[in-house]
């Protein structure tokens, strides 16, 4: 099937997304899972060497600086869903401002990452990808942080994997997952509003409600 960017956010709104079954496979199929895998908002979990990695790693964190960068090293594996078209629609949609990314730096250097996209008070996580220790955790940290203070009220993971199940990620079935989804749609919420986000900021606000 061939999707438009107009497509792909009705898909979302209904709490289905696109795969491919390789990078250059062109054909895309709709996904559905049973269980969901998404997190809580206020159940995220930062570990004590965590909270230290935030506090001491000295990477520099930024929104919308560089989405294709981010998406490139998502993309940049053995095994991945992300083929040509879909990256070419993610980067529509950023331009149009419906999906946004979340950029580690160590230096000049992009290290890790995590994009998705918004609708209304929902963020549907895409993927992420770390180049450093612990640079993914760290992104989804800055990310739950930032989702949190600007209004979001359901962040979807798609699948729930070890790594995310460890950091307080959890899986619930679809027909909740709907109802979730639905609420969240008629929220309000903007990924770039001002939020505050220093490291022990970062830390304090996600403790406190974990």
């Not at 929104?63 to 990256?87: K, P, Q, S, Y």
């Not at 609708?119 to 942080?145: C, H, P, Q």
């Not at 639905?182 to 919420?189: N, R, T, V, Y």
Request: charge should be negative; aromatic fraction near 10%.
């Amino acid at each position: 099937m061939s999707l438009t960017p107009e497509l792909l956010l009705h898909g979302y709104s209904i709490g289905i997304f696109p795969m491919a079954e390789h990078r250059d496979d062109p054909e895309l199929f709709w996904v559905d899972p049973k269980f969901r895998g998404v997190f809580p908002l206020d159940g995220f979990h930062i570990s004590r060497s965590l909270a230290r990695r935030i506090r001491n790693c000295g990477f520099t964190i930024t929104i919308n600086h560089d989405f294709a960068g981010v998406v490139e090293g998502c993309a940049d594996r053995a095994d991945t869903w992300i083929n040509a078209e879909l990256r070419s629609l993610y980067q529509q949609l950023h331009q149009t401002g419906r999906a946004h990314s979340l950029e580690i730096w160590d230096g000049e250097a992009l290290v890790g990452g995590v994009y998705g996209v918004a609708l209304g008070g929902a963020f549907f996580g895409e993927s992420m990808f770390s180049r450093r220790t612990d640079a993914s955790k760290i992104a989804l940290a800055y990310l739950v942080d930032r989702l949190r203070q600007t209004g979001f009220r359901l962040f979807d993971t798609q699948f729930l994997t070890a790594h995310l199940a460890s950091l307080g990620a959890i899986e619930i079935p679809r027909s909740q997952y709907r109802r979730e989804l639905e609420e969240a749609l008629d929220a309000s919420a903007d990924f770039t509003a001002d939020a505050p986000q220093s490291p022990e900021g970062v830390i304090q606000r996600i403790t406190q409600t974990s």
